[in-house]
């Protein structure tokens, strides 16, 4: 039994506050005895959601201790059935009140269900392999001279796998190592499909990760040559209505064509997992490509996800401390100095991947659990502002139920009991908008999955989770929205309140109006971060890259493009719609990943380069096509077969990092990297190959001897799909068989700043909701207001004030508020987004209209709202009001 991991405190707390003493002890023992159970068999994590679960479910009457002076069961089944009666009365008495205060509720709740089926889901990534408590992801940092971080990826070097497999022996249990296939072409048949799911893994993957076999033997699928275990839903694709087990399935990639024996079909990947697969080639066959030997001595190809399991009993620590004198041993020495003080092992646990870890490298995009808590603080100030209605109408309506308190203590009724029938009433509420919320959440789920990307249901949720989740929601805004009501309303003096003497108006009106300021505090806040987050967007859209990444055509290439390509370009430039062609390693909007080690003349001296150059493989007309801009010498020459091996370009960053006094002085200096020995041709000025959430890194670009994955095709502005039709004929030509498949720099760019839009659009919706619960509340209040008011508005109408005077007297009252709110949510949204665009490298400006916008949309609402009911009680019949006063 592991002493250090405990039971969520703050519910032990809990649990002991409302169990019954004669039960405390005995239930106490076994919940904790069933949580270290379940640690040993689910993990920490999981046992802690069970012990959650379970004293939530604990919170029945036969547990709940006896509050002071409680009557028998008996009696107390026939107050809770008077309380809900009364409740029930007063909740049809007043629909208009009710409605508001049920509808507002259950927007709320809908918001907060659905945020919460969300964050349920994004924490529990990864957790369904039933050793994913000892799993962890290594990944590598590479650190400058000056200790800071120049390049942090989340695979390994190939070698690093095995030896930390045999150097610590006895703190891991397995080490495995997984690596893309780059979208080979796979073919069954005439079925073909170009597999973005295809990977390379040891043979031990699935003693390591739980996917569930459908056919075949875990341990020995992956263990022969040429095997592959395909999923449920690759195999229907390539083999319906046929056993696919023992068939063959061919894959061709780069010129590379293997035939691959089925030895086993598992289960489709869970959606909630930090990368989706749809096949795992067994890894010997790679290392027959390559040669083991040689991938054993690869310490620069960082391409490969490795996968540790902890022995049981072991932690990461043990394995962390001994990290610096492996790499020494491994690396030796760089520039003199131990490898260790320039390289970095990093483990991460395996859950923590999908919302914790951003790396240069990743196999998949992962989300971010700053989303997690931002939709999560969005919800929960929706269901306050819901909450502050509920206290507000009931506070506003406190005249009316004075004399009912009042009644009710002459009649000998305790402080106690009141408070419970207030609360009784207010969880009665909370149940029907629970109904209600459950109905919205059912309407609007397949579209937030849509948004979302996720595949949310209720059939996702442990049943009983939910139903704790569903009780927990209803009695905490139950007791939250109706405590302040029943305290106050149950305070009340009943001689005073018979006598008819006035309450403490001048209190409850304060906080009624702080509630108020409150409720558009938060509205007012949202709307500014929507536009805030909408303004950011459209500044790194829009934004000047220092390059032309308009009509950029990118297509995928192979040996035999690369081979040809003076041909093929000449043969695409014949065509009117097309400007240009080139190809390289890498294209902008991608990652800078490749970079190797050198070292430069200045000064008369040649010195090592002690921070990361990315470099980049080009072609001689790559610059000319991008139409980026040079500052010092000259671009590439076919002319000069020089400019083929000792040529070198850099942009501006790599020149001032280098310490060069000017562009110039770089020209014609030597330059030593990655093997070859030349000098600086050219500098060209700054442009942002990634997206503006990276920093402009140091390049150096090199005419590429091989390395060209990518063909860029420059296309005349209009004449796009003239252009395209033909690449797909002429593609599909060049590499017969695969599916022709392109994409344009521009729209990749943009598609990096989905998570930012998303943002944008759930704040954008939320806020609509924010609102919408905020004006609900101000509409009932409006009502209560001018009901309250009628004689006073009707002696001024008689002694002669006109339906304007009496629409703004009233109108400015909250208008104040409004603009209260609008006080203190300018500067707290302002440190809000200010801190939010430190993230990014390259931000916009807060602009004072976007301010302004978001306070006067507020305040328009706000004024349109009341008003509605100001006006009507202005132009009422002065002779009726004071009448029926």
């Not at 370009?569 to 080690?597: A, H, K």
């Not at 629409?807 to 400015?812: E, H, L, P, S």
Request: glycine share 6%; proline share 3%; with cysteine.
């Amino acid at each position: 039994m592991n002493k250090t991991i405990s039971p969520p405190k703050l519910y032990t707390k809990w649990f002991r506050w409302f169990c019954a003493d004669d039960y405390y002890e005995e239930l106490q023992g076994d919940l904790e005895e069933a949580f270290y159970l379940n640690v040993e068999k689910y993990g920490p994590a999981k046992a802690r959601a069970i012990y959650i679960r379970e004293v939530w479910l604990m919170l029945r009457p036969s547990v709940i201790k006896k509050i002071k002076g409680q009557a028998t069961n008996s009696n107390n089944i026939d107050m809770i059935r008077n309380y809900l009666k009364i409740a029930l009365r007063n909740i049809l008495g007043q629909k208009v009140y009710s409605t508001i205060n049920i509808l507002g509720l259950a927007v709320g709740m809908a918001a907060t269900i659905l945020i919460s089926l969300y964050v349920q889901h994004e924490l529990s990534y990864d957790e369904y392999h039933t050793k994913s408590d000892r799993i962890y992801r290594a990944s590598r940092e590479w650190l400058n001279a000056n200790g800071e971080s120049s390049l942090h990826l989340g695979h390994l070097a190939p070698p690093f796998g095995p030896f930390l497999a045999t150097d610590f022996d006895g703190i891991l249990e397995e080490v495995v190592r997984i690596n893309s296939g780059y979208g080979p072409l796979m073919s069954y048949n005439d079925k073909k499909f170009e597999e973005d799911g295809f990977f390379w893994a040891e043979g031990n993957l699935f003693h390591v990760f739980s996917w569930k076999f459908i056919e075949g033997d875990p341990k020995t699928a992956l263990t022969e040559p040429n095997a592959i275990v395909l999923t449920q839903s690759a195999a229907d694709r390539y083999f319906s209505g046929e056993d696919p087990m023992g068939k063959s399935i061919t894959f061709n990639n780069f010129g590379t064509e293997v035939d691959f024996k089925i030895t086993g079909i598992i289960q489709d990947s869970p959606p909630n997992s930090h990368f989706q697969f749809s096949m795992f080639a067994s890894f010997v066959t790679l290392e027959n490509f390559f040669g083991r030997e040689n991938m054993m001595q690869n310490w620069g190809s960082n391409n490969y996800a490795t996968y540790l399991l902890l022995e049981e009993g072991k932690s990461i620590e043990e394995l962390e401390s001994q990290i610096p004198a492996f790499i020494d041993k491994h690396l030796g020495e760089h520039g003199g100095e131990p490898a260790s003080t320039t390289n970095k092992l990093h483990f991460m646990p395996l859950t923590d991947i999908h919302l914790h870890s951003h790396l240069d490298s990743e196999i998949e995009a992962n989300s971010d659990i700053k989303y997690v808590y931002t939709y999560t603080i969005i919800a929960v100030f929706i269901l306050i502002i819901a909450c502050i209605n509920f206290m507000n109408l009931s506070t506003a309506r406190s005249m009316k139920r004075a004399k009912e308190v009042g009644v009710r203590k002459v009649m000998g009724a305790f402080r106690s009991s009141l408070i419970r029938q207030f609360i009784t009433e207010s969880v009665l509420i909370a149940s029907i908008s629970a109904i209600l919320s459950l109905g919205l959440v059912v309407l609007v789920l397949p579209w937030f999955n849509d948004f979302s990307g996720k595949q949310l249901s209720f059939t996702t949720v442990d049943p009983l989770f939910f139903a704790a989740l569903m009780v927990g929601v209803v009695l905490a805004v139950g007791f939250l929205a109706g405590s302040y009501p029943a305290f106050f309303l149950s305070s009340f003096a009943p001689v005073k309140v018979l006598k008819g003497s006035k309450l403490n108006s001048h209190k409850k009106l304060n906080l009624r109006s702080a509630l108020v300021v409150f409720q558009f505090f938060i509205s007012i806040c949202l709307l500014i971060g929507v536009g805030v987050i909408n303004d950011q967007i459209e500044y790194m859209k829009t934004k000047d890259l220092g390059f032309n990444k308009e009509n950029m055509v990118v297509l995928p290439s192979n040996n035999e493009i690369h081979a040809n390509f003076e041909l093929i370009r000449n043969r695409l430039m014949e065509q009117p719609s097309i400007e240009d062609v080139t190809f390289s390693s890498r294209v902008p909007s991608g990652r800078l990943l490749d970079s190797q080690g050198g070292e430069f003349e200045i000064d008369g001296e040649m010195k090592r380069i002690d921070f990361r150059v990315a470099d980049i493989h080009v072609d001689h007309s790559y610059l000319k096509t991008l139409d980026v801009k040079f500052l010092a010498g000259r671009n590439f020459d076919h002319k000069l077969a020089s400019d083929s091996s000792e040529a070198f370009i850099l942009n501006k960053a790599a020149i001032e990092a280098l310490g060069y006094s000017s562009m110039e002085e770089a020209i014609d200096k030597k330059f030593n990297y990655g093997g070859r020995n030349g000098y600086i041709i050219g500098v060209v000025d700054d442009f942002h190959f990634e997206s503006l959430k990276q920093e402009i890194a140091p390049i150096v670009f090199v005419v590429t001897q091989g390395r060209a994955r990518f063909v860029i095709v420059k296309v005349k502005d209009g004449q796009e799909d003239e252009a395209v039709a033909y690449l797909k004929e002429e593609w599909t030509h060049l590499r017969e068989g695969f599916p022709f498949d392109y994409y344009t720099i521009g729209d990749r760019f943009n598609s990096q700043y989905e998570a930012e839009e998303k943002l944008g659009e759930l704040v954008n919706y939320f806020s609509f909701l924010a609102i919408f619960v905020a004006i609900l509340g101000l509409f009932g209040l409006s009502s209560f207001s001018v009901e309250q008011n009628l004689k006073e508005i009707g002696i001024r109408k008689v002694l002669g004030a006109s339906v304007k005077q009496v629409v703004y007297m009233f109108t400015k009252r909250f208008a104040l508020l409004v603009i209260i709110g609008i006080a203190i949510a300018i500067p707290v949204s302002y440190y809000g987004m200010d801190q939010w665009l430190a993230e990014f490298p390259y931000a916009t400006d807060l602009e004072p209209v976007t301010f302004i916008i978001g306070s006067v949309v507020a305040l328009a609402f706000a004024l349109i709202t009341v008003s509605f009911e100001i006006v009507r009680g202005a132009v009422s019949n002065p002779v009726n009001t004071l009448r029926n006063e």
